[in-house]
């Protein structure tokens, strides 16, 4: 159980394009559901708390309109990256969270490459 | 200095080895979590613990709270074991977690 699918696994795209990355809670109601952001060889950093039917949280430092999070019902939560550049190039990875102190289930991430 | 903080950085070890990992932390917690990050990046959460012991297969997590600290077991190590082990604890009254910044495994034949 508690499985979350993220997609597309991975995606190619030119410098200035948008690229919408989605996150499903398959199996069960996920409120919170969060967006992270990993570069090679370090940990995984925060970008984004996600609610469903509010705006989301975002991290310091983290552009709310570089990164437009949508959570539009209890099994999908959505991230699009605006106007990409070969910065934004990186792995991106989601978890749900199916309750209060219930641990978080990640997705399998996105590997973006942006030339 | 950060507040989730793991030993050792990397590891190999040979097929068969009890391995420990190591994660020291300097805040309260609510709860402290142990992932398994896959070489292709999917990450798989394997404990989630607040006090005490809980073990799974051949993996075993401890915690003691007092002294901020847990400790990942994995006992008769495989190749399959190979990936990146991290650590994470939830503080304060969020949901929030921060991260260590991972243990590289390597089991080998």
């Known amino acids: 159980g508690a499985v979350v699918s993220q997609h597309p696994s991975w995606v190619i795209c030119k410098s200035g394009t948008s690229v919408k990355i989605e996150c499903r809670s398959l199996d069960f109601q996920a409120t919170t559901m969060f967006w992270y952001r990993q570069f090679p060889k370090q940990s995984l950093m925060l970008m984004a708390t996600?609610?469903?039917?509010?705006?989301?949280?975002?991290e310091q430092g983290v552009e709310k309109d570089k990164f437009l999070i949508n959570h539009a019902s209890l099994t999908l939560s959505t991230l699009t990256v605006t106007s990409a550049h070969p910065e934004d190039s990186s792995f991106y990875i989601c978890?749900?969270?199916?309750?209060?102190?219930?641990?978080?289930?990640f997705g399998d991430g996105t590997r973006l490459s942006i030339l | 200095k950060n507040e989730v903080e793991q030993s050792p950085q990397n590891l190999t070890a040979q097929e068969g080895e009890f391995i420990t990992i190591n994660c020291s932390y300097s805040?309260?917690?609510?709860?402290l979590h142990w992932l398994q990050q896959h070489p292709g990046g999917g990450i798989v959460s394997l404990f989630m613990?607040?006090?005490g012991k809980k073990k799974h297969g051949r993996l075993i997590a401890t915690i003691n709270i007092q002294e901020k600290h847990s400790s990942l077991h994995i006992t008769a190590s495989h190749p399959r074991d190979s990936a990146v082990y991290i650590c994470a604890v939830r503080s304060g009254g969020g949901n929030k977690l921060t991260f260590g910044t991972g243990t590289q495994l390597k089991v080998e034949l």
């Open positions: 805040v309260g917690i609510s709860a």
């Open positions: 978890s749900a969270l199916s309750g209060i102190n219930q641990p978080q289930h």
């Open positions: 613990l607040s006090s």
């Open positions: 996600s609610n469903e039917g509010s705006k989301a949280t975002y």
